[in-house]
């Protein structure tokens, strides 16, 4: 299966051109959306070997990655693999997702979890995770661990038969739910979760703001689930 990775982005200089350069070190294409930064994170995407599409104003996470999908899919490629650009995800875990798919073919995507060691998350994000995961695994009728980590496998032949509409963190939950209605299967892998410093400890989700999106995602599937 020919694989790609696609890393949406929004002021992560600091992180980038590492994460760039370690994917390409495992022969794979890398695609960074750069969502509107206003740092030097195209340039330095860009200088380390990146495929860049640009946002001229922070459109979303949501809209990035749905931004990425369709410019991918006009491609030759069978799988993505989506990881955060702030450097969180170990780029050796991609190999994981690789041979997890390979190995059963029923599976539409793979989510990594994080889950299973979370000393160093913090105590807001571990409570978000909790409930956004519990409430998804409902509408998905089957269980997914860390609905909210952006470290994901996604089959091209899943994102060509489901519309995604969101354009902020929701979108994590909106592909698997699209994906369960499909009848695919929904796998999750433990992976690493690396904190470079203080300061990329906290995730960019509010949880006020995007809990409060979250809400209004599922009560609009509710909606469509009854009519």
Same mark, same amino acid.
């Given at each position: 299966m020919k694989t790609c990775v696609l890393i949406?982005?929004?002021n992560?200089?600091?992180t980038i051109g590492n994460i760039v350069k370690d994917v390409h070190s495992l022969g794979f294409d890398v695609f960074v959306v750069d969502d509107g930064s206003t740092d030097d994170t195209e340039k330095i995407a860009n200088e380390a070997?990146?495929?860049?599409?640009?946002?001229?104003?922070?459109?979303g996470k949501g809209f990035a990655l749905r931004n990425g999908?369709?410019?991918?899919?006009?491609?030759?490629?069978? #799988?993505?693999? +989506?990881?955060? *650009?702030?450097?969180?995800?170990?780029?050796?875990?991609i190999e994981k997702f690789i041979t997890a798919v390979q190995n059963n073919t029923e599976i539409g995507v793979i989510v990594g979890n994080r889950m299973l060691n979370t000393k160093d998350m913090p105590y807001t994000r571990i409570l978000t995770n909790i409930f956004m995961s519990f409430i998804t695994s409902i509408f998905c009728?089957?269980? #997914?661990?860390? +609905?909210?980590? *952006?470290?994901?496998?996604?089959?091209?032949v899943v994102l060509e038969n489901i519309k995604l509409l969101t354009s902020n963190f929701e979108i994590e939950s909106e592909i698997l739910i699209r994906a369960?209605?499909?009848?695919?299967?929904?796998?999750?892998?433990?992976?690493?979760?690396?904190y470079l410093d203080s300061s990329l400890r906290y995730s960019k989700i509010s949880p006020i703001i995007d809990t409060f999106r979250f809400i209004k995602f599922m009560f609009k599937e509710i909606w469509i689930s009854i009519f």
């Open positions: 949406p982005s929004y992560e200089e600091k070997g990146a495929f860049l599409l640009r946002h001229k104003k922070n459109e999908f369709n410019y991918i899919l006009n491609l030759d490629y069978d #799988v993505i693999i +989506t990881m955060d *650009g702030d450097g969180q995800h170990s780029v050796k875990d009728r089957q269980e #997914v661990s860390d +609905t909210q980590c *952006g470290f994901k496998l996604v089959k091209r369960s209605r499909l009848g695919y299967k929904i796998l999750s892998i433990p992976i690493e979760t690396i």
